[in-house]
């Protein structure tokens, strides 16, 4: 017996835009032996210097108990530290090494220039409502208060 599904399966287009972009990536992320998790902790750091871990979790969409054990290793690479909020020591916050900012400058250069074909590819008003359309279904999808 089989089920007949009106709608595709958006989670999985979501996945396989995903996994297709990411495969432009990955090369320069797996050159400087770095995750796709890591790189997102460095993308975030890199967009907002030093912030708290509450923070990064929730930009780079990595459940607590996982980035903690991402942490660690990147502060064990040199990439981030790692230190108590003077302000609130409960609160703990992670900003990147110089060596996680060189990381983030020299594989910024290689993502933006992809971004750039995909611009030049779909055109920047498609590509602009692409954006658009995810961020009104990420909204869509919250929560109500």
Known sequence: MSTTFTHRNLPRLLLQAREAVMAHTRPSLREHALSDQQWRVLRVLGEHGAVDTGRVAREAFILGPSLTGVLARMERDNLITRARDP???????????PHGMKLVKRLSTSIEAHYEWMEKSLGKARLTQLYGLLDELIALEQPSP
């Open 87 to 97: 302000a609130d020591q409960r609160r703990t916050v992670v900003e990147a090494t």
